[in-house]
Protein backbone atom coordinates (compact mmCIF):
# COMPACT_ATOMS: atom_id res chain seq x y z
CA UNK A 1 0.00 0.00 0.00
CA UNK A 2 1.43 3.18 -0.97
CA UNK A 3 0.54 6.00 0.84
CA UNK A 4 1.19 8.20 -1.94
CA UNK A 5 -2.20 5.98 -3.76
CA UNK A 6 -4.23 6.27 -0.92
CA UNK A 7 -7.96 6.89 -1.33
CA UNK A 8 -9.56 10.12 0.44
CA UNK A 9 -11.77 7.42 1.83
CA UNK A 10 -9.49 5.87 4.25
CA UNK A 11 -7.89 9.13 5.32
CA UNK A 12 -11.03 9.37 7.60
CA UNK A 13 -10.05 7.60 11.39
CA UNK A 14 -13.41 6.07 11.50
CA UNK A 15 -13.37 4.61 8.10
CA UNK A 16 -9.52 3.65 8.80
CA UNK A 17 -10.86 1.62 12.09
CA UNK A 18 -13.93 -0.10 10.32
CA UNK A 19 -11.41 -1.45 7.78
CA UNK A 20 -9.01 -2.86 10.13
CA UNK A 21 -12.07 -4.67 11.35
CA UNK A 22 -12.55 -6.03 8.02
CA UNK A 23 -8.97 -7.04 7.37
CA UNK A 24 -8.96 -8.45 10.73
CA UNK A 25 -11.22 -10.99 9.98
CA UNK A 26 -8.89 -13.45 7.83
CA UNK A 27 -5.19 -13.41 8.90
CA UNK A 28 -2.93 -13.46 5.89
CA UNK A 29 1.10 -11.94 5.25
CA UNK A 30 -0.67 -9.23 3.49
CA UNK A 31 -3.13 -8.30 5.88
CA UNK A 32 -0.69 -8.14 8.23
CA UNK A 33 1.76 -5.74 6.63
CA UNK A 34 -1.45 -3.79 5.46
CA UNK A 35 -2.23 -3.43 9.16
CA UNK A 36 1.84 -2.73 10.01
CA UNK A 37 1.51 0.18 7.83
CA UNK A 38 -2.01 1.41 9.25
CA UNK A 39 -0.09 1.29 12.81
CA UNK A 40 2.78 3.75 11.25
CA UNK A 41 0.40 6.33 9.66
CA UNK A 42 -2.20 6.56 12.19
CA UNK A 43 0.03 6.56 15.56
CA UNK A 44 -1.66 9.46 17.19
CA UNK A 45 -5.35 7.72 16.37
CA UNK A 46 -6.60 6.34 19.34
CA UNK A 47 -9.60 4.37 17.20
CA UNK A 48 -7.29 2.99 14.89
CA UNK A 49 -4.80 1.93 17.26
CA UNK A 50 -6.98 0.13 19.47
CA UNK A 51 -8.60 -1.46 16.41
CA UNK A 52 -5.29 -2.93 15.46
CA UNK A 53 -4.80 -4.33 19.00
CA UNK A 54 -7.56 -6.12 18.65
CA UNK A 55 -6.93 -7.60 15.79
CA UNK A 56 -3.57 -8.51 16.60
CA UNK A 57 -4.95 -10.51 19.68
CA UNK A 58 -7.49 -12.46 17.48
CA UNK A 59 -4.60 -13.53 15.26
CA UNK A 60 -2.42 -14.54 18.42
CA UNK A 61 0.88 -11.98 17.06
CA UNK A 62 2.71 -12.62 20.08
CA UNK A 63 5.83 -10.72 18.28
CA UNK A 64 3.77 -7.92 18.12
CA UNK A 65 2.12 -7.45 21.03
CA UNK A 66 5.74 -8.29 22.74
CA UNK A 67 6.91 -4.95 21.08
CA UNK A 68 3.94 -3.04 22.52
CA UNK A 69 4.47 -4.17 26.08
CA UNK A 70 7.66 -1.20 26.31
CA UNK A 71 4.94 1.33 25.59
CA UNK A 72 1.87 0.35 28.03
CA UNK A 73 2.82 3.18 30.54
CA UNK A 74 2.25 5.56 27.64
CA UNK A 75 -1.10 3.96 26.56
CA UNK A 76 -4.35 5.38 26.35
CA UNK A 77 -6.77 3.65 28.72
CA UNK A 78 -8.17 1.82 26.38
CA UNK A 79 -5.41 0.77 24.74
CA UNK A 80 -4.06 -0.69 28.08
CA UNK A 81 -7.04 -2.72 28.84
CA UNK A 82 -6.65 -4.16 25.36
CA UNK A 83 -3.28 -4.91 25.98
CA UNK A 84 -3.87 -6.46 29.00
CA UNK A 85 -6.27 -8.80 27.50
CA UNK A 86 -3.45 -9.30 24.39
CA UNK A 87 -0.94 -10.44 27.03
CA UNK A 88 -2.67 -14.07 27.73
CA UNK A 89 -1.71 -14.48 23.81
CA UNK A 90 2.12 -13.81 24.78
CA UNK A 91 1.68 -16.93 27.38
CA UNK A 92 4.49 -17.15 29.78
CA UNK A 93 6.02 -13.86 28.65
CA UNK A 94 2.93 -12.35 29.12
CA UNK A 95 2.34 -14.19 32.57
CA UNK A 96 5.86 -12.41 33.67
CA UNK A 97 4.54 -8.72 32.60
CA UNK A 98 1.47 -8.96 33.86
CA UNK A 99 2.65 -10.52 37.31
CA UNK A 100 5.31 -7.94 37.35
CA UNK A 101 2.65 -4.59 36.25
CA UNK A 102 -0.26 -5.77 38.40
CA UNK A 103 0.59 -3.24 40.60
CA UNK A 104 -0.02 -0.54 38.73
CA UNK A 105 -2.84 -1.71 37.12
CA UNK A 106 -6.77 0.11 38.04
CA UNK A 107 -9.18 -1.89 39.82
CA UNK A 108 -10.82 -1.99 36.44
CA UNK A 109 -7.94 -2.97 34.90
CA UNK A 110 -7.46 -6.14 37.46
CA UNK A 111 -11.18 -6.42 36.33
CA UNK A 112 -10.40 -6.74 32.86
CA UNK A 113 -7.25 -9.08 33.57
CA UNK A 114 -9.65 -11.36 35.49
CA UNK A 115 -12.02 -11.78 32.48
CA UNK A 116 -9.03 -12.17 29.92
CA UNK A 117 -7.52 -14.96 32.23
CA UNK A 118 -11.41 -16.46 32.18
CA UNK A 119 -11.52 -16.70 28.32
CA UNK A 120 -7.67 -17.35 27.25
CA UNK A 121 -9.08 -21.04 29.63
CA UNK A 122 -11.74 -21.47 26.78
CA UNK A 123 -10.73 -23.67 23.87
CA UNK A 124 -10.93 -22.17 20.41
CA UNK A 125 -12.21 -18.89 21.93
CA UNK A 126 -11.46 -15.96 19.07
CA UNK A 127 -11.20 -12.37 20.41
CA UNK A 128 -14.36 -10.28 19.20
CA UNK A 129 -13.58 -7.42 17.20
Not at 40 to 61: D, E, G, M, Q, Y
Not at 105 to 113: C, I, R, S
Amino acid sequence: MDTSDDSYIIQVELNVAFLVRIIGRLYTPENEELIGILYKKFTHSILVKTAIIKVLIRWKLQYWLSDLKNNFQTMSTWERRLFILGSYVMKDEGKHWRDHNKDNFTEFELTVKDWGADKSQIKNWEFPL
